[in-house]
């Protein structure tokens, strides 16, 4: 059935400014991580990637190596590009990333100009695209100069393959090295997406500081904890949930006890919030001003539809604040 993009998308949704760039994101972002791989069913992607952008969430967050295998989500992705989004190319910040182990041989990990320029290419014939808006260098290479990785997402940009650069999982310090490489060739750098959320909180220790003072934006990925920080476990684990899934990157294990009884009191405070726990997870992470946009994962549309109705409450008392810390411990 053909779709076609809902006429009040943007009725209720609010973008924040990414970093001090000219670039708006919406408050939740879609990521295709998990789910969208070659065994997953097509129309449950379709429905969430088109459902996404019906509610406002215009940025859809992708990289080389999601799947499985490697490639498969970004060919999920164009698939639905060509039989339905086309027509709202310019309404869409698509993002990709290279950085993680891709294919055989020495070319193809890390961050080295070979590996990160050939990878957007074949990211782009994946997808179907002229050019992505957001290209990452997905993790720090400590072999290889900055001044390489950096010249490569500027050849990047200078080429028109990718609008705007920016890495990911970089610390404070080699953060703003590449912001300094990247201001001198006067290559527009928005960004560094790292993992943030209640129950891992590294980045307070100095990148909020840091992004605030250089105005790179921080994209933030996993803020629901793959999924703890909503109801997903809250009765065991589901069979079809990602902690239930083999060859995740969360084991059963990593759902404890000990998180659930906090979990559970986060629950609590979010109802008398009004929110579900998953927006109030959400809440957490964007109450930072540098936090241009939370990216989350979905295996269902209710998900997404869930998470996005954050945008109707995102602001937090110092109350609030204290309770949930006191949670946290
Ligand atoms: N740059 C990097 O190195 C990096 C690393 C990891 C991720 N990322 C990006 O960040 C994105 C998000 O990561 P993530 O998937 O770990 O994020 P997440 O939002 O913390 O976890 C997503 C999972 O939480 C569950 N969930 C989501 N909304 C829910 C709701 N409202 N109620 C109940 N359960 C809900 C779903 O689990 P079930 O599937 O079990 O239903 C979903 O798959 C990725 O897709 C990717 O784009 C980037």
Redesign the pocket.
Do not use: E, M, V, Y
């Given at each position: 059935m053909t779709w076609s993009a809902n006429e009040n998308r943007y009725r209720n949704a609010s973008f924040r400014r990414t970093g001090n760039s000219g670039l708006m994101l919406p408050p939740v972002s879609l990521?295709?991580?998990?789910?969208f791989g070659g065994q997953a069913d097509y129309s449950a992607c379709r429905d969430m990637v088109c459902g996404a952008f019906d509610l406002g969430m215009t940025h859809m967050?992708?990289?080389n190596n999601y799947g499985p295998p490697a490639g498969a989500a970004e060919e999920t992705f164009g698939r639905i590009m060509k039989a339905d989004l086309a027509p709202w190319r310019d309404e869409l910040i698509i993002s990709t990333?290279a950085g993680y182990g891709m294919w055989p041989g020495p070319y193809g990990d890390f961050g080295s100009r070979k590996y990160l320029l050939a990878s957007l290419d074949a990211s782009l014939r994946r997808m179907g695209l002229d050019y992505v808006d957001i290209y990452y260098h997905?993790?720090p290479d400590p072999q290889t100069p900055l001044e390489e990785t950096m010249g490569a997402l500027a050849q990047a940009v200078r080429s028109g393959k990718a609008l705007y650069a920016a890495v990911?999982?970089y610390d404070a310090p080699r953060m703003l090295q590449a912001a300094a490489l990247l201001r001198d060739m006067k290559i527009p750098f928005i960004a560094n997406?790292v993992?943030y959320?209640m129950f891992d909180r590294w980045i307070e220790d100095s990148l909020v500081q840091a992004a605030d003072e250089s105005g790179v934006g921080l994209v933030i990925?996993?803020?629901?904890?793959?999924?703890i920080l909503?109801?997903?476990y809250l009765d065991g684990i589901p069979a079809d949930?990602?902690a239930g899934t083999a060859g995740t990157f969360l084991q059963s294990g990593d759902v404890t006890d000990d998180k659930l009884d906090r979990v559970r009191a986060l629950r609590d405070l979010a109802a008398g919030r009004g929110q579900?726990l998953?927006q109030l997870a959400l809440a957490f992470v964007l109450r930072h001003r540098c936090v241009a946009t939370a990216?989350?994962?979905?295996?269902?549309m209710s998900?997404i539809a869930?998470?996005q109705a954050v945008d109707a409450n995102m602001s937090l008392d110092d109350e609030e604040l204290a309770a949930i810390l006191d949670i946290l411990g």
């Open positions: 990521g295709l991580w998990h789910n967050d992708l990289a990333k997905h993790r990911s999982n997406q993992r959320h990925f996993s803020p629901l904890a793959q999924g909503t109801d997903r949930s990602r579900t998953a990216i989350i994962g979905a295996s269902r998900q869930d998470c």
